[in-house]
């Protein structure tokens, strides 16, 4: 990984494999971390997906390891509470392995990689409902990743209404994604299980989402306060994100 992009990009499929974990798949996330087994460890994946598995056995490890042993903490305690200490050490794994990947990064690397992570709520803002955007200071240029098939244009779905144009799956997004399917069994039509980058809220096939136009990021309708109506009446009108607001 040469540039902080590229730094960022496998933090983000990472983060979004631990968000799915800790929000749309909890009840499953749960039963996998079982007390009764060894020390397991919580992974998100670069393909997007997650994995409860035992730690690596290299010594020292390829790169760095999440917090060992969730499990046994299970049943000591709420759920909220374990949640939160999960989301927590999480986000710590999170920023070691954005950093490992970046430790040859010079000085600006390091600060452009810094306010890419920062644009997003961490873990344990998410699910304990503080996602909400924050001072952010503006960044040097726009995130240069992002999906390269074409935007449709926000509130415009190709679809039924409501539904997500943007997350339909592709013969190419299989191919790609096939990782996917040996860390995750459960499969998302249209991309739905996706968390809002803004507050965390998970996708569904019913709800209104809207691309922005200029990073191609999809945000949750009632999130940023729009609707299919609002997206009809601004026509041509780009629509912009609340993470390009703050940049601009």
Same mark, same amino acid.
């Given at each position: 990984?040469? +540039?902080?992009?590229?730094?960022?990009?496998?933090?983000?499929?990472?983060?979004?494999?631990?968000?799915? /974990? *800790?929000?749309?798949?909890?009840?499953?996330?749960?039963?996998?971390?079982?007390?009764?087994?060894?020390?397991?460890?919580?992974?998100? !994946?670069?393909?997007? @997906?997650? %994995?409860?598995?035992?730690? @690596? #056995?290299?010594?020292?490890?390829?790169?760095?390891?999440? /917090? !060992?042993? &969730?499990?046994?903490?299970?049943?000591?305690?709420?759920?909220?509470?374990?949640? /939160? *200490?999960?989301?927590?050490?999480?986000? +710590?794994?999170?920023?070691?392995?954005?950093? $490992?990947?970046?430790?040859?990064?010079?000085?600006?690397?390091? %600060?452009?990689?810094?306010? !890419? &992570?920062? #644009?997003?709520? +961490? =873990?344990?803002?998410?699910?304990?409902?503080?996602?909400?955007?924050?001072?952010?200071?503006?960044?040097?240029?726009?995130?240069?990743?992002?999906?390269?098939?074409?935007?449709?244009?926000?509130?415009?779905?190709?679809?039924?209404?409501?539904?997500?144009?943007?997350?339909?799956?592709?013969?190419?997004?299989?191919?790609?994604?096939?990782?996917?399917?040996?860390?995750?069994? %459960?499969?998302?039509?249209?991309?739905?299980?996706?968390?809002?980058?803004? =507050?965390?809220?998970? $996708?569904?096939?019913?709800?209104?989402?809207?691309?922005?136009? $200029?990073?191609? +990021?999809? $945000?949750?309708?009632?999130?940023?306060?729009?609707?299919?109506?609002?997206?009809?009446?601004?026509?041509?009108?780009?629509?912009?994100?609340?993470? =390009?607001?703050?940049?601009?």
């Amino acid at each position: 990984m040469r +540039t902080p992009e590229e730094v960022y990009h496998d933090f983000s499929l990472r983060r979004k494999g631990i968000l799915r /974990a *800790l929000t749309s798949e909890f009840d499953k996330f749960f039963e996998c971390a079982d007390p009764n087994k060894d020390n397991l460890c919580l992974y998100g !994946l670069p393909s997007g @997906a997650w %994995e409860v598995d035992l730690p @690596a #056995e290299e010594v020292p490890p390829e790169m760095p390891e999440p /917090a !060992l042993g &969730i499990n046994f903490a299970r049943d000591g305690m709420t759920k909220k509470d374990w949640l /939160a *200490l999960v989301a927590v050490h999480s986000d +710590t794994w999170l920023f070691a392995v954005a950093f $490992y990947n970046g430790a040859r990064l010079n000085r600006d690397g390091r %600060e452009r990689l810094f306010e !890419l &992570i920062n #644009e997003q709520p +961490t =873990c344990y803002e998410v699910v304990m409902g503080k996602g909400g955007p924050g001072p952010v200071k503006p960044m040097k240029k726009p995130v240069m990743f992002a999906d390269p098939r074409p935007a449709s244009r926000p509130g415009r779905p190709s679809g039924p209404p409501g539904r997500h144009p943007g997350r339909v799956r592709d013969e190419d997004d299989d191919e790609n994604d096939s990782d996917d399917d040996e860390g995750d069994n %459960e499969t998302y039509a249209d991309g739905e299980g996706d968390p809002c980058p803004n =507050c965390g809220r998970v $996708y569904r096939v019913s709800d209104f989402w809207i691309q922005c136009d $200029y990073c191609n +990021t999809w $945000y949750d309708g009632k999130c940023v306060g729009m609707s299919q109506a609002k997206a009809d009446r601004m026509g041509s009108q780009k629509w912009k994100c609340p993470a =390009c607001e703050r940049r601009s």
